[in-house]
């Protein structure tokens, strides 16, 4: 019942009146090999599930679709510190660097990224950074799947906390998401003027990025960061910071 739809009809000629009727009808042979069943009060109950199940069967197939799109992409793999194809340019780093004045923990990032990461503890993928304590000053760059709200949930987490003093956050902008709406009605962020071309483990740029970016600042110097990241973006504070 994927391509079906159920129509509202009168008789036509001599039959004319105020009488209608429900006809199913089909892009595909029914089983009976038409096209269109009369359908009888009865039966019509029936087949409207039948055709609210059969659309949303389909709906369901194309987000299917869509998402092993995205698992074939290269693109798609755009991910924390450091994914298997992907890495966070260094200028992006140096600019956290300058805020925090320094990246003692980075929890989702590998061995290639620590080349100009640099931080004290790192966690890969064998480590699992959400497992793991979070100290001092954090960069984090999480997974960009749909776990991305258990790694900004920790972060914020350990920051109110007080487990970490400072934390960077480089996201994806997802306005709709609650994760999203918790770190932009908490803490200042940079909305990026163009997005990142993240590069591969030989220095490669990306060719296409498919998404914006925004850098979200856990800490208490804002303005730092405010001066620091206005040069690369729009630098927003939740209006309770505003004096």
Not at 108 to 113: D, E, L
């Amino acid at each position: 019942m994927q391509n079906c739809w159920i129509g509202q009809y009168r008789p036509r000629g001599t039959a004319r009146g105020d009488n209608i009727y429900f006809q199913l009808r089909s892009k595909e042979p029914l089983p009976h090999g038409k096209r269109s069943k009369h359908l009888t009060p009865d039966e019509l109950a029936h087949y409207q599930q039948l055709v609210r199940n059969g659309r949303e069967l389909r709906k369901l197939r194309k987000e299917i679709a869509y998402l092993e799109k995205l698992t074939r992409s290269p693109r798609a793999t755009i991910c924390a510190s450091a994914s298997d194809e992907w890495y966070t340019p260094p200028e992006y780093i140096e600019l956290a660097r300058q805020v925090m004045g320094g990246i003692d923990c980075d929890p989702a990032s590998n061995k290639v990224a620590q080349a100009w990461v640099q931080a004290e503890t790192w966690y890969g993928i064998k480590e699992n950074g959400l497992t793991q304590p979070w100290h001092g000053r954090v960069w984090l760059n999480p997974p960009y799947g749909t776990g991305i709200q258990q790694w900004t949930g920790k972060a914020i987490t350990a920051y109110e906390q007080g487990n970490i003093s400072q934390a960077i956050l480089l996201v994806r902008p997802a306005p709709g998401s609650a994760w999203f709406q918790e770190l932009a009605g908490k803490f200042a962020s940079c909305i990026t003027n163009k997005r990142i071309k993240f590069i591969d483990a030989q220095g490669q740029q990306q060719a296409s990025p498919v998404h914006g970016n925004v850098f979200f600042y856990l800490g208490e110097d804002v303005e730092r960061f405010r001066a620091v990241f206005a040069g690369i973006g729009v630098v927003i504070k939740p209006f309770f910071m505003e004096k």
